[in-house]
């Protein structure tokens, strides 16, 4: 185990964030989590960089203040967190999130409190995290168990131990580790499959998406002029390659936020603030989202959708085969990063402008006025079902077959 942690720790930080000699690395990491957060930081030194600063985070607290604390309080983000954040851009930071939450930690809590939190933070954190969705920054997004949290993916367990324990086989297969391999070599050979499949989009000069599965998913999405797809290794604004999520499966890019008409069934959960939303249901007429439902977790859709304007209209597209790694696992992580790397997806909200052609240069109005949108969030939800079909078409108007049966056509 000792051996396989430390695989993984130097695989973020030679491929995850591709961290360069003499730059400072920047660990986001639960307390829970500490014990892989310092053999991060370790790998971070080994690699030359100029020091590591690790941001702790405390779920548990946070409920405790949530269920604690005046509602006013949370529309207040402190000044000196706001002064750490902008530090490490200034500084060129390499960043490293290490996301392992208990999917149901703040079910119960007040939702006007999650609501008031979550603009606080997002409007104060505008200009951060407009460079981390450019490429300004490197970094990338992992996961590693926690209790809560496996004991959540693996029910039927014996006790949390031994749900940590599976946990962590099915995140070492997710991100290509074993007992035997390179996986600085295995994530070389991912990355360059999928450039294949980024490369055969970006040829076809699609405009438009239309998605159907026997859910009832019956969904138009038009892509904007210029947009480019993207997806495994990225290259930030240093012109160093970086992928941003471990694991990925998946291509993106963004599509035109007034163009997405027609009705889309989730496929899978949704995990949001600490809540699970099920059963989403959701109509879309020139873009924005006129009719939505969940059979669980209404409210904090709701929630979601009303954050601000752009919630109501996508900003991401993405497509991921059925029989990815992940998906023919059979299980379901509750956790974002893993779930929307076993289905096709979409997300709510703010666009990455470096899925458009120049989009990394142009400020808020041009992005609009070229059919990117923005927003204070930005949240996948998996749509992917193993009969999902979809079909690009061109501005000629002939069409392209995309997926048949859940999968990538042969390309």
Sequence with gaps: MDKLLNKYAKLVVKTGVNLQKGQLLVINSPIECADFARRVAKEGFEAG?????????????????????????????????????????????????????????????????????????????????????????????VSIPTPAWASKVFKDTANAEEAVAKLWQAIFSAVRIDEKNDPIEAWSKHTAFMKKATDFLNREKLVSLHYTNGLGTDLTVKLPEGHIWAGGAEIAADKVEFVANMPTEEVYSLPDRNGVDGVVYASKPLIYQGNVIDGIRLVFKEGKVVEYSATKGQEVLKQLLDTDDGAKHLGEVALVPYDSPISNSGILFYNTLFDENAACHLAFGKAYPTCLEGGERMDTVELLQHGVNDSLVHEDFMIGTEDMEIVGTKADGSTVQIFTRGNFVEF
Excluded: T
């Design 49 to 141: 960089c100029s020091d590591v600063k690790i941001n702790w985070s405390d779920e548990k607290f946070s409920r405790i203040r949530f269920d604690g604390a005046a509602n006013e309080i949370f529309d207040e983000f402190p000044q000196y967190r706001y002064d750490m954040f902008m530090s490490f851009k200034e500084k060129g930071a390499a960043i490293v999130s290490i996301h392992a939450s208990d999917p149901s930690i703040f079910k119960g809590v007040e939702q006007d409190k999650l609501r008031r939190a979550q603009m606080a933070a997002g409007q104060a954190l505008l200009e951060y995290r407009g460079a981390i969705m450019n490429n300004e920054l490197r970094w990338c997004v």
